[in-house]
């Protein structure tokens, strides 16, 4: 039996992400689904995965594997949400933002709570207390 094999053409940074050098940062698109549907791989030292974007950031990623190698490696949205002292949850005065579950207070009035606890829902921005909010993150495997 002849077996026809057509070779895979795959490529990086469109079929899969592939990280091999040190200190990279890597800016994704913000808001839209990131597709790598033969994984994110991360292997050299100090990468970061992050978006494209000044504020109010919600990275989504598609993909079959992630493999993060060196734990100086990360996905980082922090300082994406909400500016300091805005937001549904704000705090106030230094206070820290609250989601899912009250903020907490540092010299100042922590924020309210907003959205649910176990982000299966809807996911929101941080909202800033001190400094600015997070932004979100979501996956599908």
């Known amino acids: 039996m002849a077996s026809f094999l057509t070779p895979l053409s795959l490529k990086n940074g469109i079929d899969f992400l ?8 890597i800016y994704l698109k913000n808001n839209e689904w990131n597709n790598y549907n033969f994984g994110i791989f991360l292997l050299g030292e100090n990468i970061t995965l992050t978006l494209n974007c000044n504020k109010c950031g919600h990275l989504k990623i598609k993909t079959s594997h992630l493999w993060v190698k060196h734990s100086s490696s990360k996905i980082d949205c922090s300082t994406l949400g909400y500016p300091n002292n805005q937001g549904p949850g704000k705090g106030k005065n230094r206070g820290g933002g609250g989601y899912g579950t009250k903020g907490e207070g540092y010299n100042g ?24 909010g997070g932004s979100g993150v979501e996956d599908q495997y």
């Open 18 to 25: 592939l990280i091999t050098e040190n200190e990279q940062t």
């Open 109 to 132: 009035q922590a924020g309210e709570m907003y959205g649910e606890e176990t982000l299966l829902k809807q996911i929101h921005f941080g909202s800033g207390g001190g400094g600015l």
